[in-house]
């Protein structure tokens, strides 16, 4: 360290001046400053390559030997590192320092959309995706069916119960389609102004909100058609809503609302994406808590809005059996039961699609549990050629002797102990299909479980239910060689 000289006449004396002469800083003495100097007359300026305090210690109140430190103490210079940041994350090209700058970038964009709105897309994203297309957030309706029946007073209890049902189907309408425009015009805008600047091109729009924009124009083509005329009428008329209006719209469901198939089948793997990018996506878990805060979103959530189509569409049965009940007239009470069974028809078509999509997702994983089957061990290049065509097994074929739409399934699985010559007993690991039983070696834990027997064929087996509640089938193989007992168990 420098000895201290004796003390100058510049406004800074002493052991001040010659700490900052000695780590690095400078002090002009005269009284006047420069032009452009944004320090007091004979204030500190620093030096131009370094624009910070390098001995500054800053105060703190937390706990270790910082906390005894004055705000003004100096320290030792440390030795200045030739790769640092100011942020103290490491080298301008590391992944952190990368981190915290896409993340400082995307706040500041998201700052911009809430102050000036999201820039405009191109119109074919527009169209595509349905963002800003229609009027269907400035659809308006009253606030009650009284307003458009003036004769409601003198109407039969039932009959005023019935028109409140009809509403409810009027109104919750409008705002599911608004909740569906919060996901376009919100949600998968935000998203790809984003990624237009580099942002988010990791998150897949099409995998979270890819099939809404269908959802949206079967249900604007559904108002136009069906529930608006209906409304139109009640306004021009002034006579009560009528349900038999809604006859030919419900009736037409599968064709009108085809969109909702593709939708419930995959919205359990859309809702698992979305959490997975929530939970291991620091950027995209912040857009996620701007879009809910925002106030076109009306506080709702993404995991909600994804789950509203299904609610939705499951909804419409229940909406019109509340209109059947206070329906007293039998030509509307026979339009509305022919529209329940139309909805509760194709409810159960998308039931049987969901149910074979999980079928076919079970059939998959099982598949890649179970390796090849090799049952004989070839004894030359040109045996194992033949061979080949007949040992491979593909779970994924359609079974045999049966219609295409029906497909395989896993219907049960686990450890069982078969006989071996007179005495002997092999444990094995039973798969059983709809249409085969297949006897493999107990797999390890990384390891495929391997075949060590034939496929047994389903109609060549005889099955008996047992009371063990351990066992609780009995397969009996009838052979003119052999005959094998072997118990499965559920659990």
């Not at 003390?7 to 006047?32: C, F, H, M, N, W």
């Not at 999201?118 to 400035?138: A, K, V, Y």
């Not at 925002?294 to 909600?304: E, F, N, P, T, Y």
Request: hydrophobic share 35%; proline share 8%.
């Amino acid at each position: 360290m420098q000895a201290l000289g004796p003390p100058d006449k510049s406004p800074l004396q002493g052991l001040v001046a010659s700490r900052i002469e000695t780590y690095g800083g400078r002090y002009r003495a005269s009284v006047s400053s420069p032009p452009g100097n944004v320090y007091p007359q004979g204030g500190l300026l620093l030096d131009p390559s370094r624009r910070r305090f390098m001995g500054y210690v800053p105060f703190t109140t937390g706990s270790g030997p910082a906390r005894r430190l004055s705000p003004l103490r100096l320290r030792e210079p440390e030795p200045e590192k030739t790769h640092g940041s100011p942020f103290g994350v490491g080298t301008p090209h590391s992944p952190k320092l990368k981190e915290v700058t896409k993340a400082h970038e995307l706040q500041v964009r998201l700052h911009t959309f809430s102050m000036f709105g999201m820039p405009r897309l191109p119109r074919e994203d527009r169209q595509h995706w349905e963002i800003g297309e229609g009027n269907d957030n400035s659809v308006a309706i009253e606030k009650s069916w009284k307003e458009l029946v003036p004769g409601h007073k003198e109407m039969s209890r039932d009959l005023c119960h019935q028109q409140e049902a009809l509403w409810e189907l009027l109104t919750t309408e409008l705002i599911y389609v608004r909740k569906l425009k919060i996901m376009t015009d919100l949600l998968a805008a935000g998203l790809l102004n984003l990624q237009r600047v580099g942002l988010l091109t990791e998150v897949s729009a099409e995998t979270l909100f890819g099939n809404v924009p269908n959802l949206i124009r079967a249900h604007r083509s559904f108002w136009e058609e069906v529930l608006g005329p209906t409304l139109e009428d009640t306004r021009a008329s002034g006579q009560p809503l009528d349900p038999v209006s809604l006859q030919d719209g419900f009736l037409t469901c599968s064709q009108r609302f085809q969109p909702y198939v593709l939708y419930c089948l995959r919205v359990r793997q859309t809702m698992a994406y979305a959490r997975e990018q929530q939970d291991h996506n620091p950027l995209f878990h912040i857009f996620v808590q701007w879009c809910e805060k925002h106030k076109l979103s009306g506080r709702q959530m993404l995991g909600d809005l994804l789950i509203k189509p299904h609610q939705r569409i499951t909804k419409y049965p229940l909406l019109l059996q509340a209109v059947l009940k206070r329906t007293p007239k039998p030509q509307a009470r026979e339009a509305l039961t022919a529209m329940i069974a139309a909805m509760e028809s194709f409810l159960q078509h998308i039931n049987k699609q969901v149910r074979q999509g999980e079928e076919q997702e079970s059939l998959v994983a099982a598949a890649r549990r179970i390796g090849p089957y090799e049952v004989l061990e070839p004894s030359s290049e040109e045996v194992e050629k033949n061979l080949r065509p007949f040992s491979t097994l593909d779970l994924m074929a359609p079974m045999l002797g049966v219609a295409p739409e029906h497909t395989r399934q896993l219907l049960f699985e686990g450890p069982a102990r078969v006989k071996e010559g007179r005495e002997g007993k092999l444990d094995v690991y039973l798969f059983l299909f709809s249409d085969v039983l297949l006897v493999t070696k107990p797999p390890r834990k990384a390891d495929k479980a391997k075949v060590i027997r034939p496929p047994l064929m389903l109609e060549k087996l005889v099955c008996r239910p047992l009371r063990d509640p351990s066992k609780s089938l009995l397969f009996c193989l009838p052979s003119h060689r052999t005959e094998a007992e072997v118990g499965l168990g559920i659990r």
